[in-house]
């Protein structure tokens, strides 16, 4: 490479939210998102949809759990912490979906939720069980 040269780096467009804005962090504790950068962006790659914000319940965890999915274990193999209720993830749309049809979804942040939820959720159903 010459003196000075200075790879590009490959940026992704601004991310929106389901409101419109601009996509806001979800949580850097425990550091969430399908790119681990603490928002819920993604790509191509994240067929798990992994796009709406949440605030974690013990309601959840335990629905999460019974459909096959612990994310209340830590799992040190894949950095990943384990999830107590409180704790903000970046959240599959598929499986919010079916915790709000069960009546267990977690509340979700809806400026740091990803506009591609819009993909699998309504607005209004995300907007009943958003965070106040």
């Known amino acids: 490479m010459?003196?000075?040269?200075?790879?590009?780096?490959?940026?992704r467009p601004v991310a929106r939210n389901v409101l419109g804005g601009v996509l806001l962090p979800c949580s850097v504790a425990p550091l969430t998102g399908w790119f681990r950068d603490g928002c819920c962006n993604t790509d191509v790659?994240?067929?798990?949809?992994?796009?709406?914000?949440?605030?974690?319940?013990?309601?959840?965890?335990e629905f999460s759990r019974d459909a096959g999915?612990?994310?209340?274990?830590?799992?040190?193999?894949?950095?990943f912490?384990?999830?107590?209720?409180?704790?903000?993830w970046c959240l599959g749309a598929v499986r919010w979906e079916q915790a709000r049809q069960a009546g267990r979804a977690p509340k979700v942040i809806l400026n740091a939720?990803?506009?591609?939820?819009?993909q699998v959720s309504s607005l209004s159903d995300m907007q009943a069980n958003s965070a106040k």
């Open 69 to 79: 999915n612990d994310l209340s274990t830590p799992q040190p193999e894949y950095e």
């Open 45 to 61: 790659g994240d067929r798990g949809l992994h796009v709406i914000c949440v605030e974690m319940t013990a309601p959840f965890l």
């Open 81 to 88: 912490p384990g999830l107590n209720p409180g704790d903000r």
């Open 2 to 11: 010459p003196d000075g040269f200075v790879p590009r780096r490959e940026e």
């Open 113 to 118: 939720t990803h506009e591609a939820a819009l």
